[in-house]
């Protein structure tokens, strides 16, 4: 399974980027997906989660300004994210799921919020 993240860039305080994250097979099939976020020098953190059967769940952070959705037709999920902050600087990974144990990662996509 390979999962391409992609979307990240250099965007200002207050502004919009949307993640893209394509998967080889159908995402449907995946018992669930998300994305993480590392910043630097941190730990990597959940950040948005949706599962198979549509629910979807946030970090704090984040509840209110992104938003986790999936394009079947094109087995893509995405992260759109709203309102970013500078705290919001990180690389962005795409993980889907099977089973606790068997996990899929992407590559990750930077995103940088800075003036």
């Known amino acids: 399974v390979q999962l391409q993240a992609s979307g990240g860039g250099l965007v200002q305080p207050g502004g919009t980027l949307r993640l893209s994250c394509a998967a080889s097979?159908?995402?449907?099939?995946?018992?669930?997906m998300a994305w993480y976020r590392q910043a630097p020098g941190q730990e990597r953190e959940s950040v948005a989660h949706?599962?198979?059967?549509?629910?979807?769940s946030y970090a704090d952070s984040v509840k209110g300004r992104f938003t986790i959705s999936r394009d079947s037709t094109k087995n893509t999920v995405y992260l759109q994210m709203n309102s970013l902050k500078p705290e919001d600087t990180a690389v962005y990974y795409c993980?889907?799921?099977?089973?606790?144990?068997?996990?899929?990662w992407g590559q990750g996509t930077l995103v940088t919020v800075s003036s």
């Open positions: 097979r159908s995402i449907l099939s995946f018992n669930g």
């Open positions: 993980r889907a799921y099977d089973s606790p144990l068997v996990v899929y």
């Open positions: 949706l599962s198979s059967g549509g629910y979807t």
